[in-house]
């Protein structure tokens, strides 16, 4: 039966029932976030306000970011192929080209009677003692020789193109290398069978006569009408023809002007003054060295002939002597060889007291295999 309320009473509210305890609470499973659907990516700024889609897109800029990076490793990797395949010779194969291997004696020309450069001792043994000697041994060791397997040979002036030395029992014999005071000139280096090296020693030309000539000699010019001797074939016998009209006389070997010239047969003696030092030292006062205050230098330099592949690989070994601070081949040789004639000629430059700036010869190698300090620049020395 229903109750009846009464008038001016409110109704009351049934009581409501107590929240349960959360542990009391019934399980409701996770609803899991809608997927967005995988949409294609286009490279344009997307709209402000607008989610960009990340999942495919990243797939692929990470791999065009990585197809990238392998093509252009491909391309280094290619061109690096390339240019080992078509660049410049490997040493080893430059050895094979110029024809050392299996050449068990290397032959080099080389004066016979100059003293402190390349002299023979008179003892009847073949041993040569001067700065080309050590040059030329410096080289040789640099191309795999020891000294018990360089055999040296006697060579004159007009020679030195030709490459023709004489052995031991004076047949002419082709040498592999001609390190004999050879001057580089235009007219030489027009020459199919000279092959010039870098040159390794700077000196000029200058004048020698005896102790009782009268006054001091600063040209050629001063030598006409007198009699001079010099090496036929040289550079010195062309600068001498155009300064002067002396009575030229042109030998092949300058010992024989130098004893002319002590016996009174010469009045001068004319040629490149590191060749002219040592019999001016050997002389105790006889001889006087004078400068004639020429300005072209002389430059020596190593005939190989018309083997190209053996040129490089002496420049190399010149470059080796020139860049690394701890190869002091050309430094000892001329300690040992032109600083003693220095005192006997005081007042000419025997000879630059440095190597002739040597650049890195044509040669590949890869960087870990150089092992030299980079060469200096050669207005810098």
């Known amino acids: 039966m229903t109750e009846k309320i009464a008038r ?9 029932p107590e929240p349960p305890e959360p542990s009391e609470l019934p399980e409701t499973p996770e609803t899991p976030e809608p997927e967005l659907p995988e949409q294609e990516w286009q490279e344009q700024p997307a709209p402000v306000g607008l989610r960009v ?120 014999v082709r040498v592999d290398l001609v390190v004999a005071t050879f001057s580089v000139t235009p007219e030489r280096q027009k020459d199919p069978s000279v092959g010039f090296s870098t040159p390794y020693l700077y000196t000029e030309q200058s004048v020698v006569t005896r102790s009782d000539y009268q006054g001091k000699v600063t040209s050629l010019g001063q030598l006409r009408g007198k009699k001079v001797c010099t090496l036929g074939t040289s550079t010195s016998e062309v600068e001498l023809e155009r300064a002067t009209s002396a009575f030229v006389t042109a030998k092949n070997r300058i010992s024989e002007c130098v004893e002319g010239l002590k016996g009174g047969e010469y009045d001068a003696v004319t040629t490149d003054a590191a060749i002219l030092a040592g019999f001016v030292k050997e002389s105790a006062g006889g001889l006087v060295h004078h400068d004639i205050a020429l300005e072209k230098t002389e430059m020596w330099a190593v005939n190989a002939g018309p083997n190209a592949a053996l040129r490089d690989l002496v420049n190399l070994a010149l470059y080796r002597s020139y860049a690394d601070p701890q190869n002091h081949g050309w430094e000892d040789a001329y300690k040992d060889n032109i600083e003693p004639m220095l005192l006997a000629s005081p007042d000419v430059n025997v000879a630059q007291s440095e190597q002739p700036c040597v650049l890195p010869p044509p040669i590949r190698r890869w960087p870990w295999e150089r092992g030299l300090a980079s060469a200096q620049e050669c207005l810098s020395r």
């Open 8 to 16: 001016g009473q409110e109704p009351q509210e049934p009581p409501r």
């Open 53 to 172: 889609p990340t999942g495919r897109a990243r797939r692929v800029r990470r791999f065009r970011l990585t197809a990238w990076i392998a093509l252009v490793l491909a391309a280094v990797v290619v061109g690096a192929s390339v240019l080992w395949v078509n660049g410049p010779p490997t040493e080893a194969e430059l050895r094979e080209k110029a024809g050392l291997f299996g050449k068990e004696i290397l032959r080099v020309g080389v004066k016979d009677d100059t003293p402190g450069i390349a002299l023979q001792e008179k003892t009847g043994t073949r041993v040569f003692r001067g700065f080309d000697i050590d040059i030329a041994y410096m080289i040789a060791a640099d191309l795999g020789y020891s000294k018990d397997r360089v055999a040296f040979m006697a060579i004159e002036t007009e020679d030195r193109a030709r490459m023709q030395a004489r052995d031991k029992d004076g047949r002419f």
